[in-house]
C-alpha cells in the first residue's frame, strides 16, 4: 500500500528558531501533498495544498511567510515553521494521494513544542 | 457549502456490543468517501474507500457503507484495541474531513 514517511516525529525548538519538516511518498510518486494541523480532540485543519513544481495553495488565514512549503520532487515535500512561537505548537501531518480519485494517505505526525 | 457531519462525537462500548458511526455529507459532484482510524499521536491510518452509492466495503470487524447523503460505519462485536477516533472524509472539489467520533471500548 502507499506509504508516507514524516521526519521528525517530535521536535521540542526555542521561540524565535525556524524547524523543517519533512514529508516523502515512498513507493509511489504525489503530484501533491497536504499539509494538515490537529489540536487536541480535533478535527484536521488543512493549512495548504502543495504542488510539485509550483507554489504552495494555502488556506485562508494560514500565513504562508511563516509556514514555508516546499515541493521539490514528486516525492518530497517540506513545511518550514520559521520563528516559531509556543503558539505555533501542534501537531502537523502531511499526506499524499497517488491521483485524484484515490485517499489520501498520512504521515504519522509531528509534534512539535516550541518552548 | 460542502460540509462533512460525524456523529455521535463520542461513543462507549462494551467488548462486544456492535453499533455503527454516522457520516453525513453535503458534497456536490462526490467523487469519493474515504474512511479512517486515528490512534493518539499517530496520523490517520486509511481504512475505506466508497465511490457509489450501495457500495459496501469489509475488513474484519468494520464494514462501511454507502448512501446517498451518508455513509455508515458499522463495528460487529468490538474489542479493545478497536479504540480510536474514526474520521470520514468525502472528496469533492477537494477533500473536506468530518470532526470524527471518539470511540472507546470497555473491556
Known amino acids: 500500500g502507499a506509504v508516507v514517511s514524516q521526519h521528525p516525529s517530535r521536535v521540542i525548538c526555542k521561540s524565535g528558531t525556524s524547524v523543517k519538516i519533512e514529508c516523502r511518498s515512498l513507493d509511489f510518486q504525489a503530484t501533491t501533498m497536504f499539509w494538515y494541523r490537529q489540536f487536541p480532540k480535533q478535527s484536521l485543519m488543512l493549512m495548504a495544498t502543495?504542488?510539485?513544481?509550483?507554489?504552495?495553495?494555502?488556506e485562508q488565514g494560514v500565513e504562508k511567510d511563516k509556514f514555508l512549503i516546499n515541493h521539490a520532487s514528486l516525492t518530497l515535500s517540506t513545511l518550514t515553521v520559521t520563528s516559531a512561537h509556543p503558539e505555533d505548537s501542534s501537531f502537523y501531518i502531511c499526506?499524499?494521494?497517488?491521483?485524484?480519485?484515490?485517499?489520501?494517505?498520512f504521515g504519522n505526525g509531528t509534534r512539535l513544542t516550541v518552548t | 457549502e460542502d460540509q462533512v457531519t460525524q456523529s455521535p462525537e463520542a461513543l462507549r462500548l462494551q467488548e462486544g456490543e456492535s453499533s455503527s458511526l454516522n457520516c453525513s455529507y453535503t458534497v456536490s459532484g462526490l467523487r469519493g468517501l474515504f474512511w479512517y482510524r486515528q490512534d493518539p499521536g499517530k496520523g490517520p491510518e486509511f481504512l475505506f474507500t466508497?465511490?457509489?452509492a450501495g457500495e459496501e466495503k469489509e475488513k474484519e470487524r468494520l464494514k462501511a457503507t454507502l448512501t446517498k447523503k451518508e455513509s455508515f460505519l458499522h463495528i460487529t462485536a468490538p474489542k479493545p484495541e478497536d479504540s480510536a477516533t474514526y474520521l470520514c472524509a468525502a472528496l469533492g472539489d477537494k477533500i473536506i474531513f468530518g470532526k470524527g467520533t471518539r470511540l472507546h471500548i470497555l473491556p
Open positions: 502543495s504542488n510539485e513544481g509550483s507554489k504552495a495553495t494555502y
Open positions: 466508497l465511490y457509489s
Open positions: 499526506s499524499a494521494s497517488d491521483s485524484h480519485n484515490s485517499p489520501l494517505h
